[in-house]
């Protein structure tokens, strides 16, 4: 599909002159249509008057022509019979029918013939001999140019030695004529449409054009292209507005809140996998689909509570919104990288209000169609090498939606998030859009997001110890989950575990050993790829291993947990929790899905 | 970074979703049209001239007869045509009152029979040894789509070969008026497609035809303008 678009897009390159003035010479042509072009609008009829032969000739006068001749024809012209003596296919001998001499056709009697073919307003302005002209392509011999004085600047050409009236030109004949020569690539003026040119531009359109169905086919068949002229009203609730939207019926709650700029989560693009498209349709008749009977709860389902991505447009019932959500657009202002494949992005909020959200909570990116390159222009001496391996090669990618979990406490004057880069996958062609595009900002760029969205928040049991676990990007809600913690009233009791695989990449260690320095809350960072010779001494191994060995010796059910970080790490952990018997009310997690 | 050609690819999908499968049967058409040279559509090897050169002294009806017979005559033509097994020397005729085949000498008429037909034709005919003739046919209030029903009445005589080549002629004089055969017919239809005139397959002027390519001057817009942005962009995006 990557390379048919690309062939189609090289060969248009080739081949679209070509086709814009086969269309622009067609537009002529059916603006003029066939007279028009031939000149012919002030063609008059042809003179039939019956032959008149006294005078004449006897035609076994003429013997001695006839020698290989196998047509003879005697024919009125200018009122005189005319004797044409045909040898071969179309070789022709004109005589003049009361002498038996050669046919000769005299300057008036040229605008005699002229005028009697012709059938237009105005008056013979000028008459020239001539012995050759390009208006006639394929012409020889002398002829008179006959001239009228009318608005198509009409010209007769009127052969000498036949007398034949060979044909009229006029100026929409000459537009036509150079029409022909680009809609046959002819600039001979011979309107021959088989020559060689012509013939590979025919074959390269012939591909670029099929090339085109191709394309257009398997877009319709992706179901990319749909297309419903029904269209349905839905009433949407958001916060305390109501909005009446009108979608086309085939579309999902998600793509038409999506496409109305409302505010909506999603993590998996509409697939049904990541649960956070949540809306309230209050439309009891709507079904429960696999997908929600495994990422809602009960009590969500008895609420009314569905996935938008999983129903098309409800035919009644109201679609409630369950975030407080908006569109704010944001100024990055800072980009660092804080591991080697990790950057600290900041943003200043363009918008007048700023987003009001909770510590653990995320927006959602609208990811432009553009241009990547694989390798940011930035990348600090110390990580080149983590980098080497990654290609420096420009993508191009469509508009997507990424989340992002805000890394900073509520209130805080910008936006700051973590953002871990995603490198080509086994079996993918390209690294990951949202971050390849994001580590590409530079200050002064904008985005625009959506949210703030998530349930990835801090717990009301009051005698808990906060207890937050995770790795890598997962940092990002848990450093902004105990921010706000600290800034509570009266802080409850805060451990946080953090995995990582090497030194490198323990973001943010300084901030968190003050904190732990200043006893605000243990820190432990646990490292899996400690090596032998850089100075370790904390935890190695995985960071559920060291969770698992610290919970043994204290209270399990008097703490509440926040989980998040890769995929293994947060499955193991899960496990784990549960393994000891930890109750589902006191384990919140947040899953990146990657 | 922001970069907007979504509109245009929008547009650009559902052009070519109306005028896309016109641009690829105006593809197809022309390159048919292009690729088969003319002068093999116009069956020009098919055949020959059939009459032959006239005798060094005809010694026929002089002209002042044939004017008295025949006053109306406009034009008057002496051909050396196959007639009844054999050629003779004829006055060909334009009269006010259409065509007339007549005999050099006496100026009786002379009609075409069937077999004579059938000998004309064959004597047109270039592969002599090949002339199978399955079928001859006097139009008279008919013609087929391949025909100008201003020729009739017409004879078509149609032969057994690689195109179904088919030859008309002339009821009244035998001349051979128009040549048919399977390649001509082909780009009839891709003609009638690239004109996209269905019923008469001469009319270009239809408002449909005018519509597909005004529209098309859109198409190819929206079509440039991704070209621009997909081709030239990229090094200009990324600073
Ligand atoms: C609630 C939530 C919060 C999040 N918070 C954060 C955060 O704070 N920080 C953070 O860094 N991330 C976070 N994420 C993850 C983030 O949203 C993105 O999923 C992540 O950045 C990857 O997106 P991407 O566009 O870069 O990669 P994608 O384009 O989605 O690609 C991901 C990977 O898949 C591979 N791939 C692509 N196509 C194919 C294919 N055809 N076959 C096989 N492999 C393929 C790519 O090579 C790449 O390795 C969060 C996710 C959620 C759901
Ligand atoms: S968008 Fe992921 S489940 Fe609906």
Redesign the pocket.
């Known amino acids: 599909m990557k390379f048919l678009q690309w062939l189609h897009r090289w060969t248009s390159l080739i081949i679209l002159l070509q086709v814009f003035l086969w269309t622009l010479s067609a537009a002529w042509f059916t603006i003029m249509d066939h007279d028009g072009m031939k000149a012919h609008q002030y063609m008059a009829h042809g003179d039939h008057s019956m032959l008149n032969t006294t005078d004449m000739v006897d035609l076994n006068q003429f013997e001695h022509h006839f020698t290989d001749a196998s047509l003879v024809r005697v024919q009125l012209v200018d009122g005189i019979p005319q004797v044409v003596v045909r040898y071969g296919e179309d070789e022709y001998e004109y005589l003049h029918g009361l002498t038996g001499l050669p046919w000769q056709t005299g300057e008036a009697m040229a605008t005699r013939l002229a005028q009697a073919s012709y059938s237009g307003p105005g008056d013979v302005k000028r008459i020239t001999a001539i012995e050759e002209t390009w208006e006639l392509h394929g012409w020889k011999g002398s002829a008179w140019k006959v001239e009228f004085g009318d608005d198509l600047n009409t010209r007769v050409y009127v052969d000498e030695n036949s007398g034949t009236v060979i044909d009229h030109r006029n100026t929409p004949w000459v537009i036509s004529d150079w029409a022909f020569r680009l809609h046959f690539i002819d600039y001979t003026g011979g309107r021959n449409f088989n020559n060689l040119v012509i013939i590979t531009a025919a074959v390269v359109t012939l591909w670029f054009a099929l090339s085109g169905l191709i394309l257009l086919i398997k877009l319709l068949g992706s179901g990319e292209m749909r297309w419903s002229w029904r269209k349905v009203p839905m009433r949407t609730q958001a916060g305390d507005s109501e909005v009446n939207l009108v979608t086309p019926k085939h579309r999902t709650i998600l793509q038409t809140l999506q496409s109305n700029e409302l505010p909506i ?1 999603s ?2 693009g509409g697939g049904g996998t ?1 649960g ?1 498209c949540k809306v309230r349709v209050e439309d009891e008749s709507l079904p429960v689909t696999d997908a929600e009977s495994e990422l809602l709860s009960q009590e969500e389902l008895a609420q009314g509570i569905r996935l938008a991505c999983r129903h098309k447009t409800p035919t009644k019932g109201k679609v409630v919104l369950q975030d407080n959500a908006a569109r704010y657009e944001l100024e990055l202002t800072s980009s660092r990288f804080i591991t080697p494949l ?1 950057k600290e992005l900041k943003f200043s909020v363009v918008t007048d209000e700023h987003p009001e959200f909770k510590a653990g909570q ?1 927006v959602q990116f609208l ?1 432009p169609e553009a241009v990547s390159r694989a390798r940011p222009d930035d990348i600090p001496e110390p990580y080149h090498g983590v980098w080497e391996s990654i290609a420096e090669v420009e993508f191009e ?1 469509s508009e ?1 939606r ?6 900073v406490r509520p209130g805080a004057e910008e936006l700051v ?22 580590f590409n900002l530079k200050p002064g760029d904008n985005v625009v997001v959506e949210g703030p ?2 349930e ?1 928040v801090r717990t009301d049991n009051e005698q808990h110890v906060q207890c937050f676990i995770g790795g ?6 848990l450093r902004s989950l105990i921010q706000e913690e600290l800034e509570s009233e009266s802080p409850r009791k805060i451990e946080f575990f953090y995995g990582a695989r090497s030194k490198q990449e323990l973001c943010y260690a300084d901030e968190f050993e003050e904190l732990a320095e200043q006893g605000k809350l243990l820190f432990t960072p646990v490292l899996s790829e400690a090596t032998s010779h850089c100075d370790w001494d904390g935890p190695k191994g995985f960071v559920h291993q060291t969770v698992e060995n610290y919970l043994k010796d204290v209270d399990v059910l008097s703490r509440d947990y926040y989980v998040c970080g890769p995929p293994a790490m947060l499955a193991e952990t899960l496990k784990l929790l549960k393994s000891m018997g930890v109750p589902d009310s006191q384990i919140r997690f ?5 | 970074m922001k970069q907007r050609s979504g509109t245009y690819r929008v547009w650009h999908r559902w052009l070519s979703l109306v005028l896309g499968v016109q641009m690829v049967i105006w593809a197809i058409s022309g390159a048919y049209m292009v690729i088969v040279q003319l002068p093999f559509i116009h069956g020009v090897h098919l055949t020959q001239e059939s009459d032959q050169k006239l005798p060094v002294n005809p010694g026929a009806a002089s002209l002042a007869e044939v004017t008295e017979k025949f006053p109306h005559t406009t034009e008057a033509e002496l051909v050396n045509r196959l007639v009844n097994g054999e050629y003779r020397l004829l006055w060909q005729l334009r009269t006010h009152f259409g065509d007339r085949l007549v005999d050099a000498n006496t100026l009786e008429p002379v009609v075409l029979g069937k077999s004579d037909i059938r000998a004309l034709a064959e004597s047109y005919y270039a592969f002599k040894e090949e002339a199978r003739i399955t079928n001859i046919e006097l139009l008279t209030t008919e013609a087929p789509s391949e025909l100008n029903p201003a020729h009739l009445p017409i004879w078509r005589i149609d032969f057994d070969d690689f195109g179904r080549t088919a030859l008309y002629l002339d009821q009244t004089t035998g001349e051979m008026k128009v040549r048919r055969h399977d390649f001509w017919r082909g780009f009839d239809i891709m003609w009638m497609l690239h004109i996209m005139d269905y019923k008469d397959r001469v009319d270009i002027t239809t408002w449909w035809l005018r519509i597909f390519i005004f529209g098309t001057f859109g198409f190819i817009f929206t079509g440039i303008v991704l070209l621009i942005q997909t081709l030239f962009s990229s090094r200009r995006k990324l600073r």
């Open positions: 989560g993590g998996c990541c956070l990790m995320y990811i990618h997507v990424r989340n992002y979990s805000m890394a998030f973590n953002v871990r880069y995603q490198p080509t996958a086994d079996g993918a062609k390209v690294p990951g859009v949202g971050s390849t595009y994001l969205f998530g990835f890598g990007a997962g940092m990002a809600p947040d899953d990146f899905g990657n």
